[in-house]
């Protein structure tokens, strides 16, 4: 039976999961400061450059010596770099439990043709990490966005390891606990849990990291953006905001106060402090509503970010296209804007929950999922 429409709508309804909502006191003005039509090589935009390489070690705790570096292609480009520049020295397990790590899967094995070992689990589940080889150098994805199953930590990942550690942690960072000693390369951009704009990549190199790229050299070419060493060497300018190539001054000024905000809100704590909260808003509901249910299999893996959600509903004729008309439907009232399941992933929504978004927003949220469920049940 349809309901009546909600009071309260969601002060802002932006729920995508990439690029996702802004921080909650943005405006264009923040960004005035922004060195426009200067060089990025001279010392201002070098500054700004650095200052996004270091404020990004502040506020996720990166050790001292890890190297963090700004590159193009945003976190494809970063992952890309990393699989080309790294792999091939020994044998790799690939690990994916959804759509994104399928596409690391897919570039090392067919594309780079690796001897590797393909571990996955389906949409809803992850692999059982205490099942791999850590002497081999495992790729992995830290949380699915597309299915909304995170590693709940790096316990399985041993100190000890002889291979090196390769993750996609885009849609964790800023949002997840994120061991950096079990980590080798790690790799983010800047529009998910922190809204920033899109372009740009980061990769986290350990010292372990930099001792393969510097003692490797792979037996295919390197485009001149993957490269990272030069004559055996670290090019030690990648690091400290010499960029290889051009960045956006703008986009680098929109990430610097981006990470003064997160600061402003208690920093790395306080951000996962609220991406737990605006997950666990939706768990609860779903929790009491018998018709909609988490895609995690298990609440230790559900995603804070990426909550993607199924309908579970008996009377669902098509679930698919149900999905899409409940999306749809929430979108045309305004209320909530992107949150279908990516087109990769089984039927359903998709909710952002990082730290740029406010609780008080999914909260209102909710009885709107209901309203358009319970319409949508109506007009089949
Ligand atoms: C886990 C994961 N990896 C990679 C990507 C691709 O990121 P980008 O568009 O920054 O290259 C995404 C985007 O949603 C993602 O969620």
């Not at 190297?67 to 520049?85: C, F, H, N, Q, R």
Request: net charge negative.
């Amino acid at each position: 039976m349809a309901i009546e429409a909600p009071a309260t709508r969601p002060a802002n309804p932006r729920f995508s999961s990439g690029p996702c909502a802004k921080i909650p006191t943005f405006s264009l003005d923040l960004l005035a400061d922004a060195p426009l039509g200067r060089s990025h090589r001279a010392a201002v935009g070098k500054t700004k450059l650095k200052d996004a390489i270091e404020n990004t070690r502040d506020v996720l705790g990166i050790p001292a010596d890890y190297k963090i570096g700004i590159v193009p292609g945003s976190d494809t480009g970063a992952v890309e770099m990393a699989l080309w520049s790294l792999l091939g020295e020994r044998k790799a397990t690939m690990v994916a439990w959804e759509s994104f790590g399928a596409g690391w899967v897919s570039d090392v094995v067919k594309q780079l043709k690796i001897d590797a070992d393909v571990k996955t689990a389906d949409y809803g589940d992850i692999v059982d990490f205490a099942d791999i080889d850590f002497n081999t150098d495992v790729v992995f994805t830290w949380n699915g966005t597309t299915s909304g199953v995170r590693l709940p930590n790096a316990d399985a990942i041993p100190a000890d390891r002889e291979g090196l550690t390769i993750c996609d942690a885009t849609s964790a960072v800023f949002a997840m606990d994120l061991d950096w000693d079990k980590l080798d390369v790690t790799t983010f951009s800047w529009q998910k849990a922190l809204g920033g704009e899109a372009a740009h990549g980061v990769i986290v190199l350990s010292p372990r990291a930099v001792a393969r790229l510097e003692s490797y050299t792979p037996a295919w070419p390197l485009p001149k953006i993957f490269r990272m060493t030069k004559g055996g060497k670290l090019i030690d300018g990648i690091f400290t905001g010499a960029t290889i190539n051009t960045p956006s001054m703008l986009a680098v000024e929109d990430y610097l106060v981006a990470l003064d905000w997160a600061k402003s809100v208690g920093g790395l704590k306080g951000m996962i402090d609220r991406a737990t909260a605006n997950a666990t808003a939706i768990w609860n509901f779903c929790d009491a509503k018998p018709w909609i249910a988490n895609l995690a299999s298990d609440p230790a893996i559900a995603s804070t970010t990426s909550v993607c959600l199924k309908f579970t509903d008996e009377r669902i004729q098509d679930g698919a296209a149900f999905a899409k008309a409940v999306a749809k439907r929430l979108e045309a009232e305004g209320v909530a804007l992107d949150i279908g399941a990516y087109r990769d992933a089984p039927a359903g929504l998709r909710i952002w929950c990082g730290g740029t978004v406010e609780t008080s927003d999914i909260e209102a949220l909710l009885p709107w999922l209901e309203w358009a469920f319970e319409a949508e049940i109506a007009a089949q």
